[in-house]
């Protein structure tokens, strides 16, 4: 069971999650919505065809579900791996990085993940699914390198400082949850321009590498995925409505 959640909500959105009293906070973002949404629907569909359950934690690009939501719905099917699928304008594509739940070592060793400030302050504590996203992580960073040829980092957040955004190191949705969540980003700029779409091309790829990653991190038996050039198809469909 595979949860994709294709990045951001339609609309602004602002609420506090009751378990942890941290602010859910999301806003929309184009044309990234738009692009991981298209890029989401392919994987999924390649994905059920070779085997496997997939839910989307969005039916449209132009959703909006909060952050405590998606994690809710992977949590209640008992997702093997949720994978938060982004893009980002404002980086170019020398930018490719993963997220895990369990971070990166400092000094030789992995230090807490969290959010939020004094009171509200909460740490992911559920080492064993930790270890098995950085693990996913891995195996995702490998995929999606040999299909965009492109290196990707396997890193860490900063959410500090950052306007309207809780302190801490670890993505909401991958806080809230109880499930191995990986968190993927790629850089986006094309030239100068912070709002062109990427090319079919670039989205293809990104997508390959996403499926080619999530088949290597949860195997099934026999399970081959669709070739870049399905997949290519898959894309450009969806890039035209
Ligand atoms: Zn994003």
Redesign the pocket.
């Known amino acids: 069971m595979i949860v994709i959640d294709p990045?951001?909500s339609g609309r602004s959105i602002r609420s506090r999650n009751a378990a942890t009293g941290l602010t859910d906070f999301d806003y929309p973002?184009e044309p990234?919505m738009t692009e991981v949404f298209g890029i989401s629907l392919c994987v999924a569909a390649d994905l059920r065809k070779i085997g496997y359950r997939v839910v989307l934690t969005k039916k449209k690009a132009t959703s909006t579900v909060s952050l405590t939501r998606r994690a809710q719905i992977a949590d209640t099917v008992h997702a093997d791996l949720a994978i938060s699928v982004?893009d980002?304008h404002t980086q170019t594509d020398s930018f490719q990085a993963v997220y895990s739940q369990r971070g990166v070592k400092h000094h030789g060793r992995y230090h807490a993940m969290w959010r939020g400030d004094g009171a509200d302050r909460t740490v992911f504590n559920h080492p064993g699914v930790a270890r098995k996203s950085a693990h996913y992580a891995r195996l995702i960073a490998a995929a999606r390198r040999r299909d965009q040829h492109r290196p990707v980092a396997i890193t860490e957040e900063n959410f500090t400082g950052r306007s309207g955004l809780e302190p801490g190191n670890l993505a909401l949705v991958q806080l809230l949850t109880r499930v191995p969540w990986v968190y993927s980003e790629s850089g986006a700029r094309t030239g100068g321009s912070t709002t062109r779409r990427i090319t079919t091309h670039d989205e293809t790829l990104y997508a390959k590498g996403i499926l080619d990653g999530i088949v290597a991190a949860v195997p099934v038996k026999g399970a081959r995925p669709e070739s870049t050039v399905a997949l290519r198809r898959c894309i450009a469909r969806h890039r035209n409505g």
């Open positions: 990045g951001h973002n990234e982004h980002d």
